[in-house]
């Protein structure tokens, strides 16, 4: 069993006037190579968290206790658990062959499912529901980024499926000349692809109990995900090669913990016996030569409350929402770090 020592180095942004701190940290390997997509959150209350960029940092924002504890997960290593406090560094090891595999199982993968689908009301059925997203979209166009958008959203699905936007905060920024031609008639439509976030779940075919005998299944093995057991089911569709993924299914109350399809990653977290969406990646393609790729940040609200009637449309131009791209709004709250990468692009691009 390999031992990956992973440097966690946390500082303290003080935010005026309020118990509130901006936790920093780097998740990186003993070769001091970044962790990505690393899941950092609250023990105290999963619902704060955020994710590691490329370069293994993340911002967390939360009200600090003395005995505030974070949790660190990632589906390759064993989940840590550490204290807030100026400077911390500690290991984290590989999980023991990362996936258990199957050696004698009661159940099978039809029968797991069968379980899911009997308990997706009592486990996913959340709505009306109410959330603060950030949402970050990079845009790219022959591999090269010309760019990127970040929202500060607040949103509401209700029980008609029907999800409603209000923009708080936007910022946009060109990288190159093909993205300012971009920006100017640049529309809000690339955030309707979030309206499936929350709804999937009664979307996608093999959720649904009706159509899984047009899949193949298989449990591939067992695995811990922010400290709870799972299931590992793979899936097929038998008449779309395209429609394939797998499915981590919670071994204690059957519900979906994550889900990766079609370029997507969708990750949930329990509270009082139901599960909220926690994060979400995925990439999709706007024409041939374009791609996007979207990360999402949920932040669950105690307000169950529809949005104040404003309209929204899909598509009203970005540029009567965006705000400065240095305001230090974006700063103070949970969100993901500009990788460096892209730093260089944006400051170098006038």
């Not at 984290?92 to 159940?107: F, G, R, T």
């Not at 936007?170 to 690339?190: Q, S």
């Amino acid at each position: 069993m390999r031992v990956l020592l992973t440097l966690f180095l946390i500082t303290f942004n003080f935010i005026a006037n309020s118990q509130t701190i901006l936790v920093q940290g780097i998740i990186s390997d003993v070769n001091n190579n970044p962790i990505t997509n690393a899941h950092v959150y609250l023990k105290s209350n999963p619902q704060i968290g955020t994710i590691t960029n490329c370069d293994g940092v993340f911002y967390l924002s939360c009200t600090h206790k003395a005995d505030s504890v974070l949790v660190i997960s990632h589906i390759k290593y064993k989940s840590k658990e550490a204290r807030i406090s100026k400077n911390n560094s500690f290991q984290l090891q590989l999980k023991d062959n990362q996936i258990q595999e199957v050696k004698v199982s009661a159940l099978s993968a039809e029968s797991i499912l069968q379980h899911f689908y009997e308990r997706l009301k009592e486990n996913h059925e959340i709505e009306p529901v109410r959330y603060k997203v950030f949402t970050r979209i990079l845009s790219s166009k022959d591999s090269a980024l010309f760019m990127i958008e970040e929202y500060y959203l607040d949103l509401y699905s209700n029980k008609s499926h029907n999800t409603l936007f209000n923009v708080i905060k936007c910022r946009i920024k060109p990288t190159n000349k093909y993205g300012e031609k971009e920006f100017k008639n640049h529309r809000l439509i690339a955030l309707s692809k979030m309206r499936s976030d929350n709804l999937f779940k009664y979307k996608e075919d093999i959720l649904n109990k009706r159509k899984l005998q047009n899949y193949n299944i298989n449990l591939k093995g067992y695995t811990s995900l922010n400290n709870r057991d799972n299931y590992i089911i793979s899936f097929s569709n038998k008449n779309n090669k395209y429609d394939k993924g797998t499915l981590f299914i919670d071994t204690e109350t059957f519900a979906l913990s994550s889900a990766k399809f079609r370029g997507k990653n969708i990750n949930f977290f329990l509270k009082n016996s139901k599960w909220y969406i926690r994060n979400v990646n995925t990439d999709f393609t706007n024409i041939v030569d374009e791609r996007s790729h979207r990360i999402s940040l949920y932040e669950l609200q105690e307000s169950r409350e529809k949005l104040p009637e404003k309209k929204l449309f899909m598509v009203e131009k970005t540029k009567a929402f965006t705000g400065d791209f240095n305001d230090s709004f974006w700063e103070n709250f949970s969100h993901i770090p500009i990788e460096e990468k892209y730093l260089k692009q944006i400051n170098n691009y006038k």
